[in-house]
């Protein structure tokens, strides 16, 4: 078998993948998404782009939805982005075979550039439908995008742009300097001495959110919403062939199968790419129907992590408040948490809110005990701790 000399470690593939890095979904209701995730859930804004839209669709005669001309850059933590919102008009544009897709980006993260490079050799190599590969303004990141077997884009980054005290994200007037519509010969220049070669009047020219009124005291901190969301994943989603899709994320991209099962006549499966229970979940079209979901999305849901159990019970007392119905799906759907709930967005994805996912060593057997499922206010208050409790990555850095 071909092995990769990965930094000193052999590897069946020129890269690891390491994380969930961010989520792009496309959406049929702009205003009402926006205002769920980053005004209720509380994402924080990074960026707004009309560059695609002024590319693709110059004269406005295609984009004419309400927020279809623009894409909006989210975060919790200090990646310039971790959730990414576009128009479905707007999908429809950059890919008309697939116009239908809910999803326009699955992305995981690598170690470093050279690993993006090799995945860019190593893909196309194995005959992979390699999309682009580069550099992408707003975000810094490097990338590699490839096609899963539905039709869906998964992207290799590494190099996220950092945002940091003063939440400023990079100026407009640099992203020409740093957009790469190919891969460049490496090594390059490091982050910081490009900066120092473009305009250093103009770096307090980004992106910044309005401040919010934090009214709650959450865990010694004021914030402007009872909980914090400290991480993203696992990624849920709906693949019209099970083992294809398997092949695809287990054998190209390396992901481990934790578990494959069937409830209800619903096949399932949950993949890992580092020590917790699953990063990816993979769905077999009968799902939609048994929890509600829109005919055709590609989109079970998306999980958040919030900082501890109490929060959780928070979120989902505030998000309730806000007009998200807590949806049932049976622990057996939804295995590796210790409690889990799921919300519905305005187009009908289901918010994954959780505080602890079971953390296993890459060799483990999934025996691991069942989720604890909503509603959530039948939940204790206090629950006793699990044997892995705040397992798995740190949220780095303050909450507002």
């Not at 782009?49 to 406005?60: F, I, K, V």
């Not at 919010?212 to 402007?224: F, I, K, P």
Request: aromatic residues 10%; glycine residues 8%; charged residues 20%.
């Amino acid at each position: 078998m071909t092995t990769y000399d990965v930094g000193g470690v052999r590897l069946p593939r020129p890269f690891q993948i390491r994380r969930v890095s961010h989520i792009g979904l496309n959406t049929v209701d702009a205003p009402a998404m926006l205002r769920c995730y980053r005004d209720h859930l509380g994402l924080r804004s990074t960026d707004v782009s009309e560059n695609l839209a002024n590319r693709l669709d110059p004269d406005g005669e295609h984009l004419t939805a309400e927020g279809a001309r623009e894409m909006h850059f989210l975060r919790y933590g200090a990646d310039h982005h971790q959730f990414v919102l576009m128009h479905r008009q707007l999908w429809s544009l950059i890919d008309p075979e697939h116009p239908s897709v809910t999803i326009n980006q699955l992305s995981w993260q690598v170690g470093n550039l050279a690993e993006v490079a090799g995945a860019v050799d190593y893909l196309g190599g194995e005959k992979q439908r390699i999309l682009r590969s580069g550099r992408d303004m707003p975000g810094s990141n490097w990338h590699t995008y490839v096609l899963d077997p539905n039709g869906y884009t998964d992207e290799l980054t590494f190099g996220m742009e950092q945002l940091g005290w003063d939440a400023l994200s990079k100026p407009r007037t640099y992203w020409d300097h740093l957009r790469h519509r190919t891969f460049p010969d490496l090594p390059i220049p490091s982050e910081y001495a490009e900066v120092e070669s473009l305009a250093a009047a103009e770096l307090s020219t980004g992106f910044r959110p309005a401040a919010e009124q934090e009214t709650y005291a959450v865990d010694g901190v004021l914030l402007a919403r009872p909980f914090k969301v400290v991480g993203l994943g696992p990624f849920s989603i709906v693949v019209d062939d099970l083992d294809e899709s398997l092949g695809f994320y287990r054998d190209l991209f390396g992901f481990q199968v934790r578990s494959r099962a069937t409830h209800d006549g619903i096949d399932f499966a949950m993949l890992a790419c580092n020590s917790g229970h699953h990063a990816l979940a993979l769905y077999a079209p009968e799902v939609r129907e048994r929890v509600g979901l829109p005919a055709g999305t590609s989109v079970f849901g998306v999980g958040f992590q919030v900082a501890n159990h109490r929060q959780l019970l928070d979120a989902v007392a505030y998000l309730s408040d806000c007009g998200y119905a807590e949806v049932d799906v049976p622990a057996e759907l939804v295995p590796g948490f210790s409690h889990v709930t799921h919300l519905r967005d305005p187009d009908g994805n289901l918010m994954q809110l959780y505080f602890h996912q079971r953390q296993l060593p890459a060799d483990a057997d999934d025996a691991v005990p069942a989720s604890v499922v909503g509603p959530a206010s039948a939940w204790p208050r206090t629950i006793d701790a699990p044997a892995d409790v705040f397992g798995g990555e740190i949220f780095m850095g303050p909450w507002g």
